[in-house]
């Protein structure tokens, strides 16, 4: 019987205390050792062996947040001094998009099983009267972009190993949605594997292959740096990247004045908030904490920090994450040297394996990182709100909030004002909502000014409307 895993490697996996790999692997069928021997040689076991230390054998002792306050955040501009602040960033940032400094990082890395959808998030088709997918909605806006600042603007696409086939895939079949193909670039998250929470031991997904799991966003940055990504911006003289979430398709990516307002601070990081609507939105808080700007999961946020409430009655820590940020490439490299310099979280979660292929219970622990710890080795960070309606209605769940339907509802709200400050006069019904669906593709039109002087009050909303280019 040959031995494709060398006696160093089973050395290794005795001492991270991952002998049963080996085991298992001996008794593989030659059919399955090809695949399964990549997985095992692709463990970082020393890491692993960390990890299972902290999280699975230690009695992890709750967070201690310290002192926690609201962050001191650019607001929703409403007096006449905050709105011409507001115009004075967006030109430095719309100057910075045109000089070619800037790169788009869409996270894409997600499966659609939360939506009862086979495939990845991306293909998921979200939009009421086209149909049209949420990478298509992206591509779109891209282009949009492109065509508006005259700029490159790259497009880097995060994906995971479950779902990277699938989405090059549905690029290429779509003709990369009108994208030039050499200005998107894919780029694959890492793995870890998931280990059973009693006793620590990687988990067996089928006869060859690990339960392995993408590494959480924060392997964004490790992957950029792997995939020669980081080298690339600054050899094209970008020093910025804008990263956004594949299931918010409403986001103004790119928002000029979020990157005048990051400019003008000297950030290394920053972050778009909007105001939570109730205590227990399953949304990160951007907070102060201990001097310095982090957030905070709303699983580790105490009830009594989340529901404390200021002198007017509002929540005192109001600002959700919607985990879209602007890092400088540099910032990037730096965290990244010699490894990823991001702490790990925890998840237990019910993980199929091959002794047990429905859990009953959640058996398994998951090891991830998140992009925002990196905010306070960050030397200058910048929270800026911005209007729910305008940049934030995910589609994550199935029915409820953050699902197609409300998803739905927002984009009819949104559009329904734009075509409204056109001069079109737009149906309701009796409780003020748009009584037809509405879609209006990014390459019409990016805001309500650019809509308004792309179309006339002549337009005749009458039922379900899709408007924009073809394709």
């Known amino acids: 019987?040959?031995?494709?895993?060398?006696?160093?490697?089973?050395?290794?996996?005795?001492?991270?205390?991952?002998?049963?790999?080996?085991?298992?692997?001996?008794?593989?069928?030659?059919?399955?050792?090809?695949?399964?021997?990549?997985?095992?040689?692709?463990?970082?076991?020393?890491?692993?062996?960390?990890?299972?230390?902290?999280?699975?054998?230690?009695?992890?002792?709750?967070?201690?947040?310290?002192?926690?306050?609201?962050?001191?955040?650019?607001?929703?501009?409403?007096?006449?001094?905050?709105?011409?602040?507001?115009?004075?960033?967006?030109?430095?940032?719309?100057?910075?998009?045109?000089?070619?400094?800037?790169?788009?990082?869409?996270?894409?890395?997600?499966?659609?099983?939360?939506?009862?959808?086979d495939g990845?998030?991306?293909?998921?088709?979200?939009?009421?009267?086209?149909?049209?997918?949420?990478?298509?909605?992206?591509?779109?806006?891209?282009?949009?972009?492109?065509?508006?600042?005259?700029?490159?603007?790259?497009?880097?696409v995060l994906t995971s190993p479950a779902n990277d086939v699938e989405t090059r895939a549905s690029w290429e079949a779509a003709g990369h949605f009108g994208l030039d193909p050499t200005s998107v670039t894919?780029?694959?998250?890492?793995?870890?594997?998931?280990?059973d929470r009693a006793t620590g031991r990687v988990l067996v997904e089928s006869p060859d292959r690990l339960a392995l799991s993408p590494d959480g966003h924060g392997g964004l940055l490790m992957a950029l740096r792997n995939a020669g990504a980081l080298d690339a911006m600054e050899a094209a003289g970008i020093t910025t990247f804008f990263t956004f979430q594949v299931d918010n398709p409403l986001i103004r990516v790119a928002n000029p004045a979020f990157i005048g307002y990051h400019l003008a601070?000297?950030?290394?990081?920053?972050?778009?908030?909007?105001?939570?609507?109730?205590?227990?939105?399953?949304?990160?808080?951007?907070?102060?904490?201990?001097?310095?700007?982090?957030?905070v999961e709303y699983t580790n946020l105490p009830d009594e920090l989340a529901e404390r409430r200021d002198a007017r009655g509002d929540l005192e820590l109001w600002a959700g994450n919607i985990a879209t940020h602007l890092v400088e490439v540099a910032f990037a490299q730096r965290l990244t040297d010699g490894g990823l310099h991001l702490p790990f979280h925890k998840a237990v979660k019910k993980v199929p394996h091959v002794d047990d292929p429905d859990p009953a219970e959640p058996n398994a622990v998951k090891f991830e990182t998140f992009i925002f710890d990196a905010l306070p080795q960050a030397r200058a960070s910048v929270t800026v709100e911005v209007p729910r309606e305008t940049d934030f209605s995910p589609i994550k769940n199935a029915h409820g909030s953050d699902s197609p339907e409300s998803c739905r509802r927002d984009g009819n709200r949104l559009y329904a004002a734009w075509l409204e400050h056109a001069g079109v006069a737009v149906p309701r019904d009796e409780a003020g909502?748009?009584?037809?669906?509405?879609?209006?593709?990014p390459r019409l039109a990016l805001d309500a000014d650019e809509l308004a002087a792309r179309i006339g009050p002549e337009v005749r909303i009458l039922g379900p409307t899709a408007l924009g280019p073809l394709g």
Do not use: W
């Not at 950030?267 to 904490?289: D, T, Y």
């Open 1 to 117: 019987m040959s031995d494709d895993l060398s006696p160093d490697l089973r050395r290794r996996l005795s001492d991270a205390r991952q002998q049963h790999l080996a085991d298992l692997y001996d008794a593989a069928a030659s059919a399955h050792r090809g695949a399964l021997g990549d997985d095992i040689r692709g463990l970082d076991l020393d890491l692993v062996a960390r990890l299972v230390d902290r999280f699975v054998h230690a009695d992890e002792a709750a967070a201690d947040l310290g002192e926690i306050r609201p962050p001191a955040a650019i607001p929703i501009p409403r007096t006449p001094a905050q709105r011409e602040a507001e115009r004075a960033a967006a030109a430095e940032g719309e100057r910075f998009v045109r000089d070619g400094r800037l790169a788009l990082v869409l996270l894409a890395g997600g499966q659609g099983s939360r939506l009862g959808f």
């Open 186 to 195: 894919f780029v694959v998250q890492g793995t870890l594997p998931a280990v």
């Open 120 to 156: 990845p998030k991306g293909d998921f088709p979200y939009g009421p009267v086209t149909g049209k997918t949420l990478f298509r909605q992206h591509a779109c806006r891209v282009a949009a972009l492109r065509a508006r600042y005259g700029a490159d603007l790259p497009l880097y």
């Open 265 to 295: 601070a000297g950030a290394e990081m920053s972050n778009l908030a909007v105001r939570k609507h109730e205590p227990a939105e399953r949304v990160g808080v951007i907070a102060e904490i201990g001097g310095r700007t982090g957030v």
């Open 433 to 441: 909502e748009p009584a037809a669906d509405l879609e209006i593709d």
